[in-house]
Nanobody, 123 residues
């Protein structure tokens, strides 16, 4: 099965930086898109950034200009470089991937989630 493993979270002071990584593994034929979502206490999970296999990206307005999403296709890994962090960026960050896998007959596209990594920004 497909697995997503995140790393790179931690505690940082406001204005600092962190780099998150997410590695996908399993019986993957192709990765259509990978992205990062976050969920703060008492809040709904929201999209932070996403990148497609074609390289198209989109960002939440709140992080545009501060965060950069990138990927290493050879490693099936996506990264999120987070700069100029603010206390309001504090949340659990989840990796997300939409992948295509081969089945007995035809192919299947499915969505998967990582376990989450905590990012805490102190003021």
């Amino acid at each position: 099965q497909v697995q997503l493993v995140e790393s790179g979270g931690g505690l940082v002071q406001a204005g600092g930086s962190l780099r998150l990584s997410c590695a996908a593994s399993g019986s993957i034929f192709s990765i259509n898109a990978m992205g990062w979502y976050r969920q703060a206490p008492g809040r709904q999970r929201e999209l932070v950034a996403r990148i497609t296999t074609g390289g198209s990206t989109n960002y939440a307005d709140s992080v545009k200009g501060r965060f950069t999403i990138s990927r290493d296709n050879a490693k099936n890994t996506v990264y999120l470089q987070m700069n100029t962090l603010k206390p309001e960026d504090t949340a659990v960050y989840y990796c997300n991937a939409v992948v295509t896998t081969t089945q007995v007959m035809g192919v299947t596209t499915s969505e998967h989630w990582g376990q989450g990594t905590q990012v805490t920004v102190s003021s």
